[in-house]
């Protein structure tokens, strides 16, 4: 999932989407594609709020109402968010954030 034009979202585990009244679960590995199309409904919207916790959950929050969930996975990554200039938030095996900071232009460099 692409956010802007810099910021990517990748889930690799199951997660939750709640569109209006509908709550819908899908899993990267066991739904066919088609399954995903009320993900469509999110593009174009702002994402308002995202958070990560301390136990590895990712929370994202749309314009539109919409609300995306992924709970962290005990044996595979769950879900990594990427940003300019290298910047890595991953929920790593287990439930654990793994964070790489953004890195900084060289002296003189234009951003």
């Not at 900071?101 to 003189?108: I, M, N, Q, V």
């Amino acid at each position: 999932m692409q956010l802007a034009d810099v910021h990517f979202i990748v889930i690799e585990s199951p997660f939750t989407v709640v569109v209006g009244d509908d709550v819908i679960s899908l899993s990267p590995e066991e739904d066919a594609q088609d399954a995903f199309q009320p993900i469509h409904q999110l593009v174009g919207q702002t994402v308002e709020e995202a958070f990560a916790d301390e136990a590895g959950a990712l929370s994202v929050r749309f314009s539109g109402g919409a609300h995306l969930s992924v709970k962290p996975d005990a044996a595979y990554e769950a879900w990594s968010v990427s940003g300019p200039d290298g910047a890595l938030v991953v929920s790593t095996p287990g439930g654990k954030l793994a964070v790489w900071s953004a890195k900084k232009p060289a002296d003189g460099a234009s951003e």
